[in-house]
């Protein structure tokens, strides 16, 4: 080979050793734009939760409840309650809209472990308030909503209104729907930990209105209505007209049917007909028709009922921990189990006035015996 020849045929593979490396950098180029995109992509993706998660914190109705550890809680000097008339206390607000949660700074929540991590408890509760400036008033339905994620069921324990318990401040037994009058949401949480045994640090509050309005999201609920509740829903029925200047239609028949908010509600009210175990066992009925009826709404529509239904209730939850309890909850919304307390042949009832009085020493294992499934 010549050298001119040599010259040229040098000449053309560095030519195409350079065009191959262009072609390299080129590659890598498109590479890192198709990361970028993907980075950019993946961040909107995450501003737009956070932003998301932003504007269901300011439309929650989150109230700020004070924690104090045990020791600190052995410490607070408590109010003689024994002078108190629960029946009569009422605190106006002049906020309007639903009943706001009764915060009572002098009774703040005992902080308590969680008894087992898979196991979480949540008190849910309603008020029998009249209007939104009744703020003392008493607890009515109470319940007790259990998330096992370790046996993949959701369970819901009613307490009776009228279970006598110690309360702080009084001196002898009282009922436990008293102690939210007495000293809000803190002394009630406290109360019910305190002598059901429980580790209760997060509550819901809805007053009827607000449950009347979360029915009336997901379409109503279906009922089983018996010929003998039909004239005393409808007494409720036109109580809540009145009281919400609304013009909701009596029932005109008994039978499975498709209740709305303020039918189902005053259907569950229903306390003269028979007794208030039969009340609760309706609040429960109801609550299983509701939990049946977002479990069979698509993610989508679960997420935009989460949505539309924050500021229809108060709680102590920030918006992070409802929508982590609440894909929580969808998860085993298919095993649902009831419980009642106290059960029957665990108390003796006072007459006048009346008063559950609870066998303890039967009631707290078997209570505990349902919720975490512990061994006998």
């Known amino acids: ?61 989150f109230v700020n409840t004070p924690f104090v550890s045990k020791r600190q809680y052995e410490t607070i000097d408590f109010a003689n309650l024994d002078e108190v008339d629960p029946e009569n206390t009422s605190v106006s607000w ?38 939104s400036n009744d703020v003392t008033c008493r607890a009515d339905a109470i319940l007790v909503v259990s998330i096992d994620h370790r046996h993949d069921k959701l369970k819901m324990i009613s307490l009776m209104r009228d279970t006598g318990v110690k309360i702080e401040g009084r001196s002898s037994v009282d009922k436990l ?11 009630l949480i406290n109360t019910i930990n305190d002598n059901f045994g429980l580790d209760i640090q997060r509550f819901v509050m809805l007053d009827f209105g607000s449950s009347s309005n979360v029915i009336d999201l997901v379409g109503g609920v279906d009922i089983l209505v018996s010929a003998s509740e ?4 409808n007494q409720s029925i036109n109580e809540e007209n009145m009281l919400l200047g609304t013009n909701v239609p009596l029932l005109t028949h008994e039978g499975m049917q498709t209740l709305c908010g303020v039918q189902a509600t005053s259907w569950a009210r229903i306390r003269k007909l028979d007794s208030d175990y039969v009340r609760s066992s309706r609040q429960r009925t109801l ?27 108060e709680t102590n939850m920030n918006a992070l921990d409802m929508m982590r309890i609440a894909l929580a909850s969808i998860e085993v919304l298919g095993n649902v189990e009831e419980y009642r307390a106290p059960c029957d042949g665990m108390f003796t009832v006072q007459q006048d006035p009346w008063i559950m009085f609870v066998d303890w020493d039967q009631q707290i294992p078997d209570l505990h015996q349902f919720i975490w499934e512990e061994s006998k």
């Not at 009058?181 to 803190?186: E, L, R």
């Not at 039909?230 to 829903?233: I, R």
């Open 177 to 187: 729907t008293h102690a939210y009058a007495y000293g809000g949401v803190g002394l």
């Open 1 to 61: 080979m010549s050298s001119g020849e040599f010259d040229n045929y040098s000449n053309r593979n560095q030519g195409s050793y350079k065009r191959g490396g262009n072609s390299g950098s080129s590659l890598s180029r498109k590479i890192v734009r198709i990361l970028c995109f993907f980075l950019c992509a993946v961040l909107g993706l995450c501003t737009g939760v956070i932003l998301y998660v932003y504007r269901l914190m300011g439309a929650v109705g």
């Open 230 to 233: 039909v004239k005393y829903a």
């Open 287 to 313: 609550a299983i028709a509701l939990i049946k009826k977002v479990g069979e709404m698509g993610r989508l529509e679960q997420t935009a009922l989460l949505e539309d239904s924050m500021g229809m209730f």
């Open 94 to 131: 002049a906020e309007g809209g639903h009943t706001k949660v009764y915060v009572n700074e002098n009774y703040p929540i005992k902080k308590i472990s969680q008894k087992d991590s898979k196991v979480e408890n949540i008190l849910v509760f309603g008020v029998d308030s009249r209007g």
